[in-house]
């Protein structure tokens, strides 16, 4: 389909607006003749006259007064799509963001950024969604934003690091191993609970271990820090989390938590987003948010 050329709108708008040759092309600083020349271009691709003779004037023909409205509003949306994006009013913001997470750092990061949203923005809905068979490709479409251990990403996706975070040790307090300092000897010889969605026991702890002559006993494997948080305080053995979490899970359950007395490298969380919301600024804040919190 042959588009017309939309250079002719802001002049079809401004003569039905001022309906004079003479004062449109004055509004626009263009000639008269350059004005009346557009005229009969606008003539020919609308099918109508358009302006008519009226005593020493013109008059709007009945098409001209039917079109003037979806012409102001057709241009007013076209100036709109070329301003760059307006600041946004967080406190008035109404929507709801989709964020993918383990529960590991939905309880360490959940509270501070529920809290901080309801604060700021408390028409703004955050949907978690829990990690499961992750997509980057998601993040085009269904997911607003990815905070975690991320995997080699798409082109088109965006990401910043957020911090790195050790893991540590928990157990129920007052049990058989609250109160005593966790050697590596200890540490090896007390049953594992570890995380894992894939039902995968062997980790670097286990290489850690081998490299002194020690070996661990991993009595089980569970998807979710949550899970292994409930089983530690029924079960004398070790849950392995991300410190951060076991501090959290600390403050709320009697459970006693360590530093795990090996050299262990430390993960790197990050968050993902697709480029289609780089740019828009309710998604820049709520990064804002994330990357602040999570300082």
Not at 65 to 70: D, G, I, M, V
Not at 277 to 287: E, G, S
Request: aromatic residues 4%; negative net charge; charged residues 20%.
């Amino acid at each position: 389909m042959l588009l017309p050329d939309m250079n002719l709108l802001p002049a079809l708008d401004a003569l039905l607006r001022e309906g004079s040759v003479s004062e449109a092309a004055a509004a626009l600083n263009v000639s008269p003749s350059a004005m009346s020349r557009t005229l009969g271009r606008l003539r020919r691709v609308v099918g109508d006259p358009l302006l008519v003779p009226s005593g020493r004037g013109l008059a709007r023909t009945e098409r001209a007064r039917a079109l003037q409205p979806q012409v102001e509003a057709a241009l007013a949306g076209a100036l709109a799509a070329l301003r760059p994006p307006q600041p946004v009013d967080i406190a008035s913001l109404d929507r709801t963001f989709v964020i993918r997470t383990s529960d590991g750092l939905a309880v360490a990061l959940g509270a501070a950024l529920t809290k901080r949203v309801a604060r700021e923005a408390p028409g703004v809905r955050l949907r978690i969604l829990p990690e499961g068979e992750e997509d980057p490709a998601d993040l085009r479409d269904k997911v607003d934003l990815d905070i975690g251990e991320l995997p080699e990403l798409p082109h088109d996706v965006c990401s910043s690091y957020l911090y790195r975070h050790p893991y540590a040790a928990m157990a129920r307090a007052g049990g058989p191993h609250d109160e005593q300092t966790l050697t590596v000897q200890r540490f090896a010889a007390i049953p594992h609970l570890t995380v894992s969605r894939r039902g995968r026991a062997h980790s670097v702890i286990d290489d850690r271990l081998a490299e002194l002559g020690l070996t661990r006993h991993v009595l089980a494997t569970v998807p979710s820090c949550g899970t292994a948080c409930l089983l530690a305080l029924s079960t004398d053995v070790l849950a392995l989390v991300p410190a951060s979490f076991a501090a959290a899970a600390a403050r709320v359950m009697p459970l006693a938590c360590w530093e795990i007395p090996l050299d262990l490298p430390h993960t790197a969380v990050g968050m993902a987003w697709h480029i289609r919301v780089d740019a828009d600024p309710a998604h820049q804040w709520l990064r804002t948010c994330v990357a602040e919190i999570a300082i």
